[in-house]
């Protein structure tokens, strides 16, 4: 015979309670969303309260960093390898504008969805190598890319992967390999997509480079990508919305 089974009893603090005037529904909607404490509410509730987590903590940004000024510095041909999908075009909006910001050599290459899908096909990077390319890096993509990237390498092109997806068995042979899904399960980061990885990269880049304020501007692109890739909204994801969505009513772009 089937039996009703009730739901585990919560522990709601009473601050906590307190904080949303005694509303215990919306309490306890909160504490199951993992919003146990009245730091983590806030946060949540007000972008103002929140506290996100700096760009280095992802791995390999520095060393990111560190290629990026020098090929910025040296004028070598850096190319922006991106998607097609909305996450993948802001994802490359938000590296291009930042480069060239910064006084970066920038192209792009977008795959066509009908004739090359997601990924980077070899042909495609054989043309795109053809016409100079000192450095690659990708957004939205990537992590799974072993072929292409020891390819470009081979051929003389450095190459930076920053990509949200799943890892493979092993990291593809990059300069550096930027994912939120290498952090630990729990961190606020770890479900960024696409986009936000672009730009926590670009915000330490434009930071190393005494332009910090700049990084500002591009997250209305930020906040369509988030949107758009139907991303979790924990942590920094979420944090960068709201952000974002107050700078793209004032964004004239």
């Known amino acids: 015979m089937l039996q009703w089974q009730s739901p585990p009893k919560l522990n709601i603090p009473s601050d906590l309670l307190d904080l949303v005037q005694g509303n215990a529904v919306l309490a306890q909607l909160l504490v199951q969303r993992g919003l146990a404490t009245v730091d983590q509410v806030r946060g949540f509730l007000d972008a103002d309260h929140y506290r996100p987590a700096p760009p280095d903590v992802l791995p390999d940004v520095d060393r990111a960093v560190v290629r990026l000024s020098r090929a910025i510095n040296q004028r070598e041909p850096i190319w922006v390898w991106g998607d097609f999908d909305a996450d993948g075009q802001t994802s490359t909006t938000v590296l291009v504008s930042a480069l060239r910001q910064l006084g970066g050599f920038v192209r792009y290459y977008i795959p066509n969805r009908m004739t090359e899908s997601h990924g980077i096909k070899l042909p495609a ?12 890096l990708t957004c939205d993509t990537g992590i799974a890319e072993h072929e292409a990237v020891a390819t470009a390498q081979a051929a003389g092109a450095d190459v930076i992967v920053t990509d949200h997806h799943d890892l493979a068995e092993t990291l ?26 672009a730009y926590k990269l670009m915000q330490a880049l434009l930071a190393a480079h005494g332009q910090a304020d700049e990084s500002e501007s ?3 692109l930020v906040a ?10 924990t942590g920094d994801t979420r944090y960068l919305l709201q952000r ?3 700078v793209l009513q004032q964004s004239e772009r």
Do not use: F, S, T
Request: a negative charge; hydrophobic letters at 50%.
């Open 244 to 246: 974002g969505l107050d």
């Open 224 to 233: 369509l990508g988030i949107v758009a890739d139907v991303a979790r909204q």
């Open 125 to 136: 990077l054989e043309r795109v190598l053809a016409q100079g390319a000192g450095l690659i």
């Open 172 to 197: 593809p042979p990059a300069q550096a390999v930027i994912n939120p899904k290498r952090l630990p399960a729990d961190h606020p980061l770890r479900e960024l997509p696409g986009v936000g990885v």
């Open 218 to 220: 591009l997250l209305d």
